[in-house]
């Protein structure tokens, strides 16, 4: 349930990343960006999430899988030798993607199970997380992957067929130039579609579901290409919610909630089968996304806190109970965010905010830099946490500025607590880097997660569950 038996095929991978990105929430979202900013910005939340797949690859993949980790929580407690920071970042991650990030999916699967069925918001969102729950519980991560890999189709085929009606029937009323102007992204108009890209292409490199399905691979190699291809596939679409939003702001003017008008407009558009498919195959995604948060968390909570501290010899329904609950606290707390935000974008960006701030620096530096120790990963994750808490209460320190030009946009990023958090924690782990010193079982860590002999060997423990998966 944790990890699939570190035994998962390429094309099973990729085609589960590929659906997790594409997943209806973050799509449904974009489209809600082009709705109300423009077509830039309606791209950037696609193409953040496709270049962090393929950012995740050439950083993370290859050292995690090679260090056998179980989850991406693991990546940290194993290579700096601490099992307590393991169970730290676990918490971190825990919490941005068992919480917020699955309110966020929350939102979205209830905007689909609305329109299937016709309810309120809080009956449809109890509905929604209670399948997804019994789902998750089930099925784990083998269940998500594969009916991953058919929905994704299904929404794939969907999705194109609304762009594609789209630009046949409305193209004169897409790609204005007032909607796709190069200019604006280097000034400080740009700032929001900076923050939607960068927040994801860079926050979203530690993605606690990313990494679950990655220590699933069979192989390090595996790991590696599944992300990279699934990258380029959403990096090679990403433009597309743009396009839809800037359509729909004239199809659907004055909208109160443009995250749903895909919904409405297939609906609408596609005979009542082809529309009865569509809706049901991004219903089932996102909940195949959202169970893959569960999963993901529950992996974390249970690997890193319960199996690391608590119990490290556990009877085994002991343990699938354990896991089990962790889903079902995930899925309550999620469910109640979802209730009192009912919007995907808020959610979302709140989640990859925390990781961003906290955990990227470590993930990022820590498979090419020596010298990193884990002192200053601690320093790091804490100072950005706090730094973080702080400037979204009480402001972000610096100079206010109305300037139009480049200096414009640096600074409206500064004031934002993410970008300037995440430059605090950035100095900060260097710093404290350069002042101690990593111990024997840092370095060792370091040299085993380079060891490019590992790439292309199953390991034994994956070997050795597929025989016990045939005996029992």
């Not at 099925?139 to 789209?166: M, S």
């Not at 407009?265 to 089932?284: C, D, K, N, Q």
């Not at 070997?463 to 045939?470: C, P, S, Y």
Request: glycine residues 10%; aromatic residues 14%.
């Amino acid at each position: 349930m944790i990890v699939a038996g570190w035994s998962m095929p390429l094309p099973v991978v990729t085609g589960s990343l590929v659906a997790a990105l594409l997943a209806a929430p973050f799509f449904f979202a974009a489209v809600g960006s082009g709705y109300t900013s423009g077509g830039f910005e309606g791209t950037a939340t696609m193409a953040g999430l496709g270049t962090c797949m393929v950012l995740g690859a050439l950083i993370w993949t290859k050292p995690l899988r090679r260090l056998k980790g179980w989850t991406i929580a693991d990546y940290y407690g194993i290579r700096f030798g601490s099992k307590k920071l393991g169970a730290y970042t676990g918490t971190v991650m825990a919490i941005a993607f068992g919480f917020f990030n699955a309110g966020a999916l929350t939102v979205g699967g209830t905007y689909i199970i609305q329109n299937i069925f016709h309810l309120d918001f809080l009956p449809a969102a109890i509905l929604f997380v209670s399948l997804t729950v019994i789902y998750s519980v089930i099925g784990g991560l083998w269940a998500v992957a594969y009916t991953e890999v058919v929905q994704g189709i299904f929404a794939i085929i969907g999705i194109l067929g609304i762009a594609g009606v789209i630009f046949f029937s409305y193209g004169d009323i897409t790609f204005q130039n007032d909607w796709w102007n190069v200019n604006k992204l280097f000034s400080k108009g740009g700032a929001e579609f900076w923050s939607l890209y960068l927040v994801l292409a860079l926050g979203d490199i530690p993605a606690g579901d990313l990494g679950q399905r990655v220590a699933a691979a069979k192989n390090p190699r595996v790991a590696y290409m599944s992300m990279i291809i699934a990258g380029l596939i959403i990096i090679a679409i990403s433009w597309l919610p743009g396009m839809i939003g800037e359509a729909f702001k004239t199809i659907f003017p004055n909208s109160k909630n443009p995250e749903t008008l895909m919904l409405i407009f297939a609906e609408g558009y596609f005979p009542p089968v082809i529309s009865a498919i569509f809706l049901t195959s991004m219903a089932a995604m996102g909940m195949s996304t959202l169970a893959a948060c569960y999963v993901a968390s529950s992996g974390i909570v249970t690997k890193n806190i319960y199996l690391d501290f608590i119990n490290s010899n556990p009877n085994p329904k002991t343990l699938l109970f354990f896991s089990r609950l962790c889903i079902v606290i995930s899925a309550l707390l999620g469910l109640i965010l979802a209730i009192s935000f009912q919007k995907v974008i808020d959610l979302a960006y709140l989640a990859w905010d925390i990781v961003f701030v906290t955990i990227f620096w470590p993930l990022v530096l820590g498979p090419f830099w020596k010298r990193l120790t884990s002192q200053a990963v601690w320093a790091s994750i804490s100072v950005g946490l706090i730094y973080y808490i702080m400037a979204s209460i009480f402001g972000v320190p610096g100079i206010q500025t109305t300037s139009q030009g480049f200096i414009g946009l640096l600074s409206e990023l500064w004031l934002m607590p993410v970008f300037s958090g995440v430059v605090i924690s950035g100095i900060t782990i260097v710093v404290v880097s350069l002042l101690t010193k990593p111990n024997d079982e840092v370095l060792k860590m370091y040299e085993l997660q380079n060891d490019k002999s590992l790439d292309l060997i199953e390991h034994k423990d994956s070997r050795e569950g597929k025989i016990k998966v045939k005996e029992a």
